[in-house]
């Protein structure tokens, strides 16, 4: 468990205890100095006092410490953001302070729960140089693991070497997996697919079918629940020039007469293998 504990938080709420003692203290002499203590605590008129009164420069002095208290206070927020107590609205929020990458404590709205994610704060997606700050939620590489999501096929190859998960060979259809983002509100999806061919994958020759079947030779991403919505799809087609013309990537070359699904869009990519089956691509 990642513990929030800066080195130099201990030092700041000394601090803040040590201001408040001395801004009490300041205060009641403040109140002597005005007139607001008790009454024999104050020369008459007749009197003369050894001390001159410096009740503005006393204010001056309670107003800095106050102005500082407020510093420190904002500054120990910025420390233990992220943590359990002061969790944060999301991975991005957490970028603009500075935090590396690890775990952290968010919550995307005041009625929902603080939960603890990974935020990938190196990582850069998009056109934007500044798009950074996003939370983990699915991360499937084989060279670091050793199972597959429950339902999929392990596969290996010796020539190239790769390990990947892919669909049963006795299974016609799709096979899917489903990662939980545990009620946290997001607005983009950032990622990163390899695919590799195996057998005469055919792009969207099956586009017809809908999002809900086997529209694609791939991988489809979603998102939501009865209906699903579509983000973003992986289109693999066995070769640039297949003489099965719908089953080629739409920009493959000119006689290509592929199409893409309305519900996909521009929200895809294409990659064509290489001649004959069991070969490999990449994209």
């Not at 070769?239 to 521009?266: D, H, K, L, Q």
């Amino acid at each position: 468990m990642l513990t929030y504990h800066e080195p130099c938080s201990e030092l700041i709420v000394s601090l803040m205890h040590t201001f408040k003692l001395m801004m009490t203290i300041l205060n009641i002499s403040v109140q002597l100095q005005l007139g607001k203590g008790e009454e024999n605590s104050l020369p008459n008129e007749n009197e003369t006092s050894s001390c001159p009164r410096n009740e503005s420069v006393l204010q001056n002095i309670v107003k800095s410490l106050n102005n500082l208290s407020q510093e420190l206070q904002n500054l120990k927020q910025d420390i233990y953001k992220g943590g359990s107590q002061n969790p944060a609205s999301s991975c991005q929020e957490l970028y603009t302070y500075s935090k590396p990458s690890g775990y952290y404590w968010v919550k995307s709205g005041p009625s929902s729960l603080a939960v603890k994610v990974y935020c990938d704060m190196d990582r850069v997606c998009g056109c934007n140089a500044g798009s950074r700050g996003w939370m983990k939620v699915a991360d499937i590489d084989m060279t670091k693991q050793l199972q597959c999501p429950e339902g999929f096929k392990l596969i290996t190859r010796t020539t190239p070497p790769y390990r990947t998960c892919g669909r049963p060979d006795s299974l016609v259809g799709c096979v899917s997996t489903s990662f939980a983002v545990n009620g946290l509100r997001y607005s983009r999806v950032c990622g990163r697919v390899v695919g590799y061919q195996v057998g005469s994958p055919d792009a969207f020759h099956y586009q017809s079918r809908g999002l809900e079947s086997q529209y694609v030779s791939g991988i489809s991403l979603t998102h939501g629940q009865s209906p699903r919505n579509h983000i973003w799809t992986f289109a693999g087609a066995v070769n640039e020039a297949s003489r099965y013309r719908t089953s080629v990537c739409p920009c493959s070359y000119s006689g290509s007469t592929a199409s893409v699904p309305s519900f996909v869009g521009n929200d895809y990519f294409c990659d064509s293998g290489i001649r004959g089956s069991g070969g490999f691509a990449s994209g």
